[in-house]
């Protein structure tokens, strides 16, 4: 009962610090970083659900993302749809997708499953670049227009901040739920050991499909949401170095920690922001960092307090013990 | 203790007011910069980044602009839109007067919608045709349209009655932009197109594609890409003794294509800024001081050779001065300035913005140009 409750007051925490925010950022150029930082928090979380859970690699989540991001632009700016109904569109389309191409992807293991991936993610970004008609080509696609609700149009950063986060918000309430749920813990179990797992009575080949396609809705949401407050697309922002980019947040944040995903996508999104003032080289210092976090915090980001905490107690104890 | 802490304070105090001061005896004139300096596109931001910034060094060393110092904020786009996008928010909110770029047609399509709703004027350093048509009020660009290099390849054509072409061009922005203005305006010169192939940029060998063309009887290939495609092209034409002239695009008008391709780039024609062949200009040309400068004063600070893509940067700058000059630094002034640009001479061409007109050139901004013993002639 009392970690349910602690699940519930981090969560609560969590979404406050989320709405208070702007109040510190409001018309500075930040806010719009952590516009994106919301969009590459939900792409994390779902590469989270099925590497962090699952224990399935995927190097082709940016193909979710973009198929999401052009299914919605394509459908508005091309043939006026409005948006809400192509963000529903395009995360049906892509679950279809990935539900059907999970079965036989998912069935590798390893190595061959991220080379798989990794394809599928070639042929999506391939199909952008050359499809001109249909989506621009090389040269992106514009003209996508604002959500908007009646008269309302989210067409500001403040505005898009709270569409945004409201997804994430959600998107995170979900996950929390999934991974404490039975479902959560026979994903750990797959992850763990698959032939357990099945021995166990859980049905790993299913399951396994099932969290690969919500993985890719969630991409799917959260590229109709870039599509649609960026108003421009192109399909260099969907190309393999993304995914590797989304494969670095979720190992930097913490594998298989919701939370973790969140640390993960604002470091990588802010750090290079704060890395600016070193001109050139901040690429080399970036590179360094993350090589640095991964040497001496394996777990990721999330981790710090648990590094940090146990210090805190016993300098505490120290302190009483000398008065 | 007190007297320290009090001291400090009053000294810290007139640090203040003394910067305050000197702040309000001459505030800078901030200009944005958009440049892809890393990336795959860097080929274009690294030098516009240096030309830019070369301009403003001018500027501010004869005392700046209507004594205003000028200051030049460089954000690195990569060539990514979501990082065009954040970036120019960040300058937008650092109240600069105008922004110059981005290097890339993808990262200038993406930040117009925020810098026509911030309503400040950008200079674009790309070639898509798109950037200004329809026009948009906040949007100017200095690069030559795509269209303006193929109408000068297919006049030469017609010349020559070279009507059936082959096309091979690469598969990203710039080569489908060639594509889609090669297509359309082959029509208009009784150019018939027998070949449309493509390539991928990181492709290592085009024999297949310059195998089909052999066997279809085409009197020229055109080729659009950038370095190093190109070089390969010709380096495989050569081996597989394709005979038929061979055209290039402005992509490739740098002595680096020379060095790539080798011996292969012998006789190739393409079009190209006048910058290429500076000295070669007659000496009536109009633009033939404002080339030579930019060359020189580039090899000086960089050790390299100046090139076209520099060269637009330089030319933002220099349109940017002259709006300032004739109507302060105020967003909507710079804009109106800016429109009624006449005559400017700078490195691409002849600059005569207007209202309906925001590229600002005619095809006479190319010159043709051969390869000839390892270097480059005009072609008359």
Do not use: I
């Given at each position: 009962m009392g970690t349910e409750r602690n699940v519930l007051l981090k969560y609560l925490l969590f979404s406050a610090a989320v709405l208070v925010a702007p109040i510190f950022?409001?018309?500075?150029?930040l806010l719009n970083v952590l516009v994106f930082v919301g969009i590459n928090t939900m792409l994390a979380l779902a590469l989270n659900l099925l590497l962090?859970?699952?224990?399935q690699i995927s190097l082709g989540q940016a193909a979710f993302f973009g198929l999401g991001s052009y299914i919605s632009g394509v459908a508005t700016?091309?043939?006026?749809?409005?948006p809400w109904t192509a963000l529903v569109l395009a995360a049906v389309v892509v679950g279809v997708i990935a539900f059907t191409i999970g079965f036989p992807i998912l069935k590798l293991k390893g190595h061959y499953l991220a080379m798989s991936t990794l394809g599928f993610g070639i042929i999506i970004y391939i199909l952008f670049n050359e499809t001109i008609d249909l989506?621009?080509?090389?040269s992106g696609l514009s003209g996508i227009p604002y959500f908007s609700v009646g008269e309302f149009q989210f067409d500001s950063d403040l505005k898009n901040y709270f569409l945004i986060w409201g997804f994430a918000l959600l998107m995170i309430l979900f996950s929390v739920n999934l991974v404490n749920s039975r479902i959560g813990r026979a994903l750990r179990a797959i992850h763990d050991s698959e032939v357990a797992a099945r021995v166990m009575g859980v049905n790993a080949r299913l399951l396994k499909v099932q969290i690969f396609a919500l993985s890719a809705v969630f991409s799917s949401i959260a590229g109709s949401l870039y599509a649609h407050t960026m108003t421009f697309i192109s399909p260099a922002s969907f190309g393999f170095n993304f995914s590797v980019e989304l494969l670095t947040m979720v190992v930097i944040g913490g594998l298989g920690t919701v939370y973790g995903s969140f640390l993960g996508a604002a470091l990588l999104t802010l750090l290079p922001e704060f890395l600016?003032?070193?001109?050139?080289y901040d690429i080399v210092f970036y590179g360094l960092l993350l090589v640095l976090m991964t040497m001496f915090m394996p777990g990721g980001l999330v981790r710090i307090p648990s590094l940090v905490l146990p210090f805190l107690a016993k300098f505490k104890v120290r302190r009483q013990g000398n008065a | 203790m007190l007297t320290n802490k009090l001291r400090n304070l009053f000294l810290s105090a007139v640090c203040v007011l003394a910067s305050a001061a000197v702040a309000t005896a001459a505030p800078t004139i901030k200009v944005g910069a958009l440049f892809a300096?890393?990336?795959?596109a860097s080929f274009l931001g690294e030098p516009e980044r240096n030309s830019a910034q070369m301009v403003v060094n001018q500027i501010n060393a004869a005392g700046g602009i209507r004594r205003q110092k000028v200051e030049l904020i460089v954000m690195d786009t990569q060539g990514d839109a979501t990082k065009a996008v954040q970036a120019a928010t960040r300058l937008i909110k650092e109240g600069v007067v105008a922004i110059i770029g981005p290097s890339t047609t993808g990262d200038t399509m993406a930040v117009i919608p925020l810098v026509e709703r911030a309503k400040v004027p950008l200079i674009s350093?790309?070639?898509?045709?798109?950037i200004t048509e329809p026009v948009k009020p906040w949007v100017f660009k200095t690069a030559q349209n795509d269209y303006l290099a193929v109408t000068k390849i297919y006049e030469h054509l017609v010349k020559h009655k070279l009507t059936k072409v082959a096309l091979l061009t690469v598969s990203d922005s710039f080569g489908s932009s060639g594509r889609e203005q090669l297509k359309a305006l082959a029509g208009r010169y009784g150019i018939t197109l027998v070949a449309d192939d493509t390539y991928g940029?990181?492709?290592?060998?085009m024999t297949p594609q310059l195998t089909k063309i052999r066997g279809l009887h085409a009197q020229a290939l055109i080729c659009w890409g950038t370095n190093p495609g190109p070089a390969i092209i010709a380096r495989n034409a050569r081996q597989l003794g394709l005979s038929i002239p061979l055209f290039m695009s402005?992509?490739?008008?740098?002595k680096k294509f020379i060095d790539l391709a080798?011996?292969?780039?012998?006789?190739i024609i393409l079009p190209s800024g006048r910058v290429l062949v500076a000295d070669l200009?007659?000496?009536?040309?109009?633009?033939k001081k404002a080339l030579l400068a930019f060359v020189k004063e580039y090899q000086k600070n960089f050790k390299a050779e100046g090139d076209h893509f520099g060269g637009h940067a330089w030319d933002a700058m220099m349109l940017l001065k002259g709006a300032i000059e004739r109507g302060g630094a105020s967003r909507p002034a710079i804009r109106a300035q800016l429109e009624k640009?006449?005559?400017?001479?700078?490195i691409g061409g002849i600059f005569n913005y207007s209202p309906t007109d925001h590229?600002?050139?005619?095809?006479?901004a190319f010159v043709l140009v051969k390869v000839k013993g390892g270097d480059w002639t005009l072609v008359k």
């Open positions: 950022f409001s018309g500075g150029y962090g859970y699952a224990g700016a091309n043939y006026g749809m409005n989506t621009g080509g090389p600016r003032t070193l001109q050139d | 300096v890393t990336g795959p350093c790309s070639a898509g045709a798109k940029p990181k492709d290592t060998d402005h992509g490739v008008s740098s080798g011996s292969a780039s012998e006789g200009l007659p000496k009536n040309d109009k633009q640009t006449r005559n400017f001479a700078g590229s600002g050139l005619t095809k006479d």
